[in-house]
């Protein structure tokens, strides 16, 4: 199959994806898009949202939909890394045998990330960036594809521990789950009062995900889509060449070049799902604050003139 025919392939089974998550999830087209252009990307999720919004059932229908074996970890300030990775037991033949720990999976869910202290957080880092881990001093390579899907509750501060910004950086997409219009509740109501069971199926395997991932990655760039991308972030940089005045005196530090790694990987991605063979500047933008909100920091003057994230990254656009 050629790449052409295989880009083609993606986007008919994008379509397909999207309508057997939607046979769970009500409205939030938005929040699966760009979940499944970080999975389609190789990059993790950050989904930021107050409870009861279904976070973890979209991440379930999602990795149903695409046939992964998913895992989920209730992040609680008790966890320990090694509930996470696994741990070395003594067996009945008094050998030493390692249990491999939740993070052994395609898909995993890390439900209320900041609920732990950062010790257990930090299990999740090696992982996430080297796609193994390390225990007992022995080096263990992850299932592939794999996906670290983490949801963060905004609201309450009591008993959280604020992500540190090495690892909110590992996290390609800061996705946040609005609530749903009233036609939207009223049809989640509906169907979720009754006795219906929704039963969703595979429509991709996972052969087809990473051979996606790497086509994706083949896709050519011009040099001005590029270029945008970096100009972009440069300019949430208060020290960066190109970052305006109110930018200088309103952020304390902006986005590093990960950043702009990712809004070209994204913008390929997003060119893909939308049948175009290579990115413009208008993919760039479409990615673009889901990439930057969790990756520019206000200082304590924007913050008290309610200068939000999105506004800044708006104006940068």
Not at 78 to 103: C, H, N, T, V
Not at 109 to 129: F, G
Not at 228 to 241: C, D, H, I, Q, S
Request: hydrophobic content about 40%; some cysteine; overall charge neutral.
């Amino acid at each position: 199959m050629t790449e052409v025919e295989k880009l083609e392939k993606l986007k008919s089974q994008y379509a397909a994806l999207q309508k057997e998550v939607g046979k769970a999830i009500v409205g939030q087209d938005e929040v699966v898009k760009y979940v499944l252009i970080s999975i389609f990307s190789n990059g993790h999720c950050l989904l930021v949202g107050v409870p009861g919004l279904a976070k973890t059932l979209l991440v379930n229908s999602i990795a149903q939909s695409l046939g992964l074996d998913f895992k989920r970890i209730q992040f609680t300030p008790d966890l320990m890394p090694s509930d996470i990775i696994g741990a070395e037991i003594l067996d009945e033949q008094r050998q030493f045998k390692f249990i491999q720990g939740p993070i052994f999976s395609n898909i995993v869910l890390a439900d209320e990330i900041n609920r732990t202290p950062p010790k257990t957080q930090s299990a999740l880092l090696e992982a996430m960036q080297e796609r193994k881990v390390t225990a007992s001093g022995k080096s263990m390579t992850l299932p592939s594809p794999f996906f670290v899907l983490a949801t963060q509750n905004p609201i309450e501060q009591e008993g959280t521990y604020p992500l540190p910004e090495a690892q909110l950086d590992r996290f390609m997409f800061n996705i946040w789950v609005n609530y749903p219009s009233i036609q939207e509740e009223i049809d989640i109501v509906k169907a979720t009062t009754d006795n219906r069971k929704v039963s969703i199926q595979a429509v991709i395997t996972q052969e087809e995900i990473l051979s996606y991932q790497q086509v994706i990655r083949q896709m050519p760039v011009a040099d001005n889509v590029v270029e945008y991308a970096v100009k972009l972030v440069n300019k949430t940089r208060p020290e960066g060449e190109l970052a305006p005045d109110w930018v200088k005196k309103n952020i304390s530090w902006g986005a590093g070049p990960r950043a702009s790694q990712h809004l070209i990987v994204g913008a390929k991605c997003h060119a893909a799902l939308n049948g175009k063979f290579s990115p413009d500047i208008d993919d760039v933008r479409a990615v673009a604050l889901p990439i930057l909100r969790h990756r520019v920091v206000r200082n304590y003057k924007a913050e008290a003139e309610g200068l939000t994230i999105e506004k800044i990254v708006a104006q940068l656009l």
